[in-house]
């Protein structure tokens, strides 16, 4: 018995998502760990990129992955299983902060330290780091949440486009134009 549960455990390892969600859809709902084992790191860090709370994040992790198997029979194959579960989160995010009535910050949208850098680097890259923060924050939302998408989420310019529900050119412009103001502002 053990050696066919490491042979399956194997197997589920090898399937594409779509497979995985076939066989939760066919009723083996036990699968659907599968696709938590695969995707709980994107969607911790992309919920606590807009909460801010590490309670919080795993709140909406949670809450993100309960209606992702709720509506698994929405999942439409054609698209990357992790760009479906990534708008599930931040759509979940959006949710707590309305209740909430807070604003969306954003944390780590870019790694500026290197770990391997001396204390003084350390200092100097988190400091380049809370300030790109800061100015990632005060970014009209039409420019930060695409940023997010693209730069924390890995979503390509078509997903975001798909999510957002605007043209690809209008995805593309505001990456551009929000990287440009920042760009702009750490200069200043």
């Known amino acids: 018995m053990a050696r066919q549960t490491v042979l399956y455990t194997v197997m589920e390892k090898e399937m594409q998502d779509y497979e995985v969600v076939r066989l939760c859809l066919e009723g083996r709902t036990e699968h659907f760990e599968t696709l938590v084992d695969r995707y709980q790191k994107l969607v911790y860090s992309l919920a606590w990129s807009y909460l801010k709370d590490a309670q919080l994040a795993e709140d909406a992790a949670q809450e993100a992955f309960a209606?992702?198997?709720?509506?698994?029979?929405?999942?439409?194959?054609?698209?990357?299983?992790?760009?479906?579960?990534?708008?599930?989160?931040?759509?979940?995010?959006?949710?707590f902060l309305r209740k909430r009535k807070e604003f969306c910050p954003i944390e780590d949208a870019f790694e500026v330290t290197d770990p391997e850098g001396t204390p003084e680097q350390h200092v100097i890259?988190?400091?380049?780091?809370?300030?790109?923060?800061?100015?990632?924050?005060?970014?009209?939302?039409?420019?930060?949440?695409p940023l997010m998408l693209y730069h924390l989420a890995g979503m390509k310019y078509e997903e975001i486009a798909e999510y957002l529900k605007v043209p690809m050119s209008i995805v593309k412009n505001r990456i551009f134009r929000a990287r440009k103001m920042l760009r702009q502002a750490m200069e200043d």
């Open 67 to 95: 209606k992702a198997y709720k509506h698994l029979a929405s999942y439409n194959p054609a698209f990357r299983f992790s760009t479906w579960i990534a708008r599930i989160t931040a759509n979940t995010c959006t949710d």
């Open 125 to 145: 890259g988190r400091e380049t780091k809370d300030r790109l923060e800061g100015l990632i924050n005060r970014l009209d939302p039409k420019y930060r949440q």
